[in-house]
C-alpha cells in the first residue's frame, strides 16, 4: 500500500470503506470511514475477544479524518495504537475513491447501495479491495458518522412509514 496508508499502521492493509446510494435516481456516498488494522495484523479487520483491534475512523465528505475512532465494541479513542493522532488528516485518493465508487456503482443497476473497500497502492492507484452486496457491517460507520442515510435519513424513514 501507498506510504499515506502504511502510516496508520504499516502492517495491516488499511482500507476506506465507502457506502453508496441509488437514490432518486442518483448515486452518492453516504458514508466514509478509515479502517485501520491492529499493531502486527495483516488484515484491517481482525477483531480481538474483546472487541478491539481494529478501528474505524470518520471521514467527512472532503476526504479528513474526524476526531474520534472507535474499536468493534464501541470503545472511543483519539489516537490509533501506534499514537498517530489523525484528526484534520486528509486521505490521499479520496476524490479519487469516490468516483470510483460512483462510475462502478453506476455499472450494478440492481443494488442500490454498496459497501466498496478500497486502498492505494504504491504507486499511488486506486485499488478496489472488495465490494459488499449484503452484509455491509453498518454499525462501525454510524459510530463515526452518525446516521447510516446521513442527511437523507429523515426523508428515507420517512418514505418507510407511508
Known sequence: QHNEFSKFNSSSVNIVRLISLRYDNKIQVIQSALRVGAPGSFTDNFIDKNGRSMLTIGVDED????????????????????????????????????????????????????????TVDNEGRVVVMEYNLRSQGITYYQYVNGPLFGSLTEKILGELKS
Open 63 to 118: 476526504g479528513y479524518l474526524k476526531k474520534h475512532a472507535y474499536f468493534a465494541n464501541g470503545e472511543r479513542v483519539n489516537a490509533l495504537l501506534n499514537k498517530y493522532e489523525f484528526l484534520g488528516t486528509k486521505l490521499y485518493c479520496f476524490k479519487d475513491m469516490k468516483e470510483l465508487a460512483i462510475s462502478l456503482h453506476e455499472k450494478l443497476p440492481y443494488f442500490n447501495m454498496i459497501s466498496w473497500d478500497m
